[in-house]
């Protein structure tokens, strides 16, 4: 489950690495671009891998024994509201008919987005630290 945890992560920080480059561009639509389709399907995946997200980490705290459980399972709130807060700009930018570079940097810019990075940049370093944990007790 940890490696679960931190694939939905990494689809989340690639999207994001990508969207800084895009908004970068200066593009008024991301149709009839290379860069485009390449948004449109990491925005995809990326909220796909967010909507997961939550759960992941949820078994990953049950499946793994993370402690403090009570800590893991505060913070499973907060990541699971701002999954969904992101989740909902990220849906909203895809169900437009075009998607400029300035609606991506508005994007990126958005707290809800930022917290949630925020949330996974602090959740992988801790199943990163899982995993050698039981690295080395197997070791």
């Given at each position: 489950m940890l490696q679960d945890l931190r694939e939905h992560?990494?689809?989340?920080e690639e999207?994001?690495?990508f969207m800084l480059a895009y908004a970068a561009q200066g593009l008024p639509r991301d149709s009839g671009s290379s860069s485009g389709e390449k948004l449109r399907g990491l925005l995809g995946r990326?909220?796909?891998?967010?909507?997961?997200?939550?759960?992941?980490?949820?078994?990953?705290?049950?499946?793994h024994a993370l402690q403090?459980?009570?800590k893991h399972r505060a913070f499973l709130s907060v990541l699971a509201r701002?999954?969904?807060d992101a989740l909902a700009a990220m849906a909203l930018?895809?169900?437009?008919?075009?998607?400029?570079?300035?609606?991506?940097?508005?994007l990126n810019a958005s707290i809800h987005l930022r917290a949630l990075l925020t949330d996974l940049f602090l959740i992988d370093e801790i199943a990163k630290a899982a995993e050698?944990?039981?690295s080395n007790k197997i070791g």
């Open positions: 992560c990494d689809a989340v999207c994001y690495e990326a909220a796909e891998a967010i909507a997961l997200l939550p759960g992941a980490y949820d078994a990953a705290i049950t499946d403090p459980v009570d701002d999954a969904g930018v895809l169900a437009q008919p075009a998607i400029s570079s300035q609606l991506v940097d508005n050698s944990s039981v």
